[in-house]
């Protein structure tokens, strides 16, 4: 079996036991996506093999780049999987596969953190143990939830362009992104090549027919923002609507500003047709807190996103 035939072999494997795994044509839209994937520059694919040569592991990773900091990736694993077998540990394979995504993040000279996303991952619990076991932090969740058609919250407007954005508020939200940025674990990266302007450009300059950009309003003044995109889960073939940023000054966080937010990230979801909306966090902020409140509002938790640092080479650029 060639290299290709075993990568696309396990991510079929990986949509048949995931729970988000589409009830037919599952191998087809495996074999297609994963076609796609393996003919790109921007993807990393990592194939696990014991000693027989046979294939019991594969991780495929994204190269993305810093909102903030154009300087600076990412390298971030949105599927990852073992083959159980019943001779053998997981545990050896799993930390094996693990280490070789750390590594090629190191080989990368722009590399600065890994991501690794259990967003689908059959056995959630065991992946987290071995990303702990591997000194990774818990930096975000991901939390599904079904559109229901409600009205929307008058405290929170949702601009469909920047033009609609009065200067106010467009300073409000440039206020709120950096403080986002602050408090958040990307503050790692220092100030020096920060681009606040270029995080509020990807909260509301790309606006367009399937994004949403979501302000909520206390006293006049923006307060939180909730921004999002639709986007197809290739694997489940699911359509949602996936927040990009999420956040709420520490004041009004847990009142009725957040569940307002996310009424209206609902309701937007139902508006762009989307078949579920997905909230996600990685910015290190309150993430058990958040994770409990999405819980009780009702969404199911899917995933959690893992982050390790990747500490800069001698005389590397940063």
Same mark, same amino acid.
């Given at each position: 079996?060639?290299?290709?035939?075993?990568?696309?072999?396990?991510?079929?494997?990986?949509?048949?036991?995931?729970?988000?795994?589409?009830?037919?044509?599952?191998?087809?839209?495996?074999?297609?996506?994963?076609?796609?994937?393996?003919?790109?520059?921007?993807?990393?694919?990592?194939?696990?093999?014991?000693?027989?040569?046979?294939?019991?592991?594969?991780?495929?990773?994204?190269?993305?780049?810093?909102?903030?900091?154009?300087?600076?990736?990412?390298?971030?694993?949105?599927?990852?999987?073992?083959?159980?077998?019943?001779?053998?540990?997981?545990?050896?394979?799993?930390?094996?596969?693990?280490?070789?995504?750390?590594?090629?993040?190191?080989?990368?000279?722009?590399?600065?953190?890994?991501?690794?996303?259990?967003?689908?991952?059959?056995?959630?619990?065991?992946?987290?143990?071995?990303?702990?076991?591997?000194?990774?932090?818990?930096?975000?969740?991901?939390?599904?939830?079904?559109?229901?058609?409600?009205?929307?919250?008058?405290?929170?407007?949702?601009? #469909?362009?920047?033009?609609?954005?009065?200067?106010? &508020?467009?300073?409000? !939200?440039?206020?709120? %992104?950096?403080? +986002?940025? /602050?408090?958040?674990?990307?503050?790692?990266?220092?100030?020096?090549?920060?681009?606040?302007?270029?995080?509020?450009?990807?909260?509301?300059?790309?606006?367009?027919?399937?994004?949403?950009?979501?302000?909520?309003?206390?006293?006049?003044?923006?307060?939180?923002?909730?921004?999002?995109?639709?986007?197809?889960?290739?694997?489940?073939?699911?359509?949602?609507?996936?927040?990009?940023?999420?956040?709420?000054?520490?004041?009004?966080?847990?009142?009725?500003?957040? #569940?307002?937010?996310?009424?209206?990230?609902?309701? &937007?979801?139902?508006? !762009?047709?989307?078949? %579920?909306?997905? +909230?996600? /966090?990685?910015?290190?902020?309150?993430?058990?807190?958040?994770?409990?409140?999405?819980?009780?509002?009702?969404?199911?938790?899917?995933?959690?996103?893992?982050?390790?640092?990747?500490?800069?080479?001698?005389?590397?650029?940063?």
């Amino acid at each position: 079996m060639t290299h290709d035939a075993q990568v696309t072999s396990l991510v079929a494997e990986l949509l048949q036991k995931s729970p988000l795994a589409p009830p037919q044509g599952g191998a087809l839209v495996a074999q297609a996506w994963t076609h796609e994937v393996l003919g790109s520059r921007y993807w990393l694919t990592l194939l696990l093999r014991d000693a027989s040569g046979h294939a019991v592991g594969v991780a495929l990773c994204q190269y993305i780049t810093y909102e903030v900091d154009s300087q600076n990736r990412i390298l971030k694993c949105k599927h990852f999987y073992v083959r159980e077998t019943s001779h053998r540990s997981l545990f050896s394979p799993g930390l094996l596969l693990i280490d070789a995504i750390v590594e090629a993040a190191r080989r990368s000279p722009y590399v600065r953190e890994v991501f690794i996303v259990t967003f689908g991952t059959p056995d959630i619990e065991g992946l987290q143990a071995l990303l702990r076991r591997r000194a990774f932090r818990r930096i975000g969740t991901q939390h599904l939830g079904r559109p229901v058609p409600v009205r929307r919250p008058m405290d929170v407007q949702r601009f #469909r362009s920047r033009d609609e954005i009065d200067g106010a &508020t467009l300073d409000d !939200l440039s206020k709120l %992104a950096t403080a +986002l940025f /602050t408090e958040s674990n990307r503050a790692f990266l220092g100030s020096k090549n920060i681009d606040f302007d270029g995080l509020l450009d990807c909260n509301v300059a790309a606006l367009n027919a399937g994004s949403c950009c979501l302000v909520a309003y206390a006293s006049r003044q923006a307060v939180g923002f909730l921004t999002g995109q639709v986007q197809t889960i290739p694997l489940a073939r699911l359509v949602v609507l996936q927040s990009s940023y999420l956040y709420v000054l520490p004041k009004w966080r847990g009142s009725h500003i957040t #569940r307002q937010l996310l009424d209206s990230f609902a309701l &937007t979801a139902n508006e !762009l047709g989307a078949s %579920a909306s997905l +909230l996600g /966090t990685s910015s290190s902020i309150n993430t058990d807190r958040v994770c409990k409140y999405l819980d009780i509002r009702g969404y199911r938790h899917a995933g959690d996103v893992f982050s390790y640092s990747i500490d800069p080479a001698p005389g590397a650029r940063t």
